[in-house]
T-cell receptor, first 111, second 122 residues
Framework: KQEVTQIPAALSVPEGENLVLNCSFT??????LQWFRQDPGKGLTSLLL?????REQTSGRLNASLDKSSGRSTLYIAASQPGDSATYLC??????????FGKGTKLTVNP | DAGVIQSPRHEVTEMGQEVTLRCKPI?????LFWYRQTMMRGLELLIY????????DSGMPEDRFSAKMPNASFSTLKIQPSEPRDSAVYFC????????????????????FGPGTRLTVL
């Protein structure tokens, strides 16, 4: 059974700092991995999707990497801003349409 | 496009009452998913449909939960009777069809989430 773990559960950084969020998964047989952002009381917004054949994806100040063999992904946020404060979730898709989610990392960027 | 639409946004009900949550997926999407989010268990998939047909309902917690998709633009998740432990945020998501090349299924399958329904059962 696929399990997804995100460490740390919460992270607080000063504005302007570069930071890395971690995601690990137990079964490396995945089709893709997605990073989502969730704001309080809101739904999930997809940030980046990395297919199993890819090593990384970039969007603006965000860069996500995937090492399928070791079961790890990282989300790098450059020059963090208070508006980046949210919970970040990673999810993996295996041999079906199912997404298996981690419990998220709650990020706070302090002005 | 308005995105995935869910109603109601908030629901407060008493134990034993029937609760119906509604979802309208993005037009043209042929996959629809129902998730539940709690602090203890995180986000869990309850059931998903493809072309209005339930494909996997292994995440549905028990017989009190049922889901239907009568047409491509509407789905319901019903809880009868509701219990306090059903209190959670319920999300609906949809995703577009993905292509098939020979025997390989395209891996691209981005899911788009609605704003959720926060259910409180007293």
């Amino acid at each position: 059974k696929q399990e997804v773990t995100q460490i740390p559960a919460a992270l607080s950084v000063p504005e302007g700092e570069n930071l890395v969020l971690n995601c690990s998964f137990t079964d490396s047989a995945i089709y893709n991995l997605q990073w989502f952002r969730q704001d309080p009381g809101k739904g999930l917004t997809s940030l980046l999707l990395i297919q199993s054949s890819q090593r990384e994806q970039t969007s603006g100040r965000l860069n996500a990497s995937l090492d399928k063999s070791s079961g790890r992904s990282t989300l790098y946020i450059a020059a963090s801003q208070p508006g980046d404060s949210a919970t970040y979730l990673c999810a993996v898709q295996g041999g079906s349409e199912k997404l298996v989610f981690g419990k998220g990392t709650k990020l706070t960027v302090n002005p | 496009d308005a995105g995935v639409i869910q109603s109601p946004r908030h629901e407060v009900t008493e134990m034993g009452q029937e609760v119906t949550l509604r979802c309208k997926p993005i037009s043209g999407h042929d996959y629809l998913f129902w998730y539940r989010q709690t602090m203890m268990r995180g986000l869990e998939l309850l059931i998903y449909f493809n072309n209005n047909v339930p494909i996997d309902d292994s995440g549905m917690p028990e017989d009190r939960f049922s889901a239907k998709m009568p047409n491509a633009s509407f789905s319901t998740l019903k809880i009868q009777p509701s219990e306090p432990r059903d209190s959670a945020v319920y999300f609906c998501a949809s995703s577009p069809p993905h292509g098939r090349r020979a025997t390989k299924i395209s891996s691209y399958n981005e899911q788009f989430f609605g704003p959720g329904t926060r259910l409180t059962v007293l």
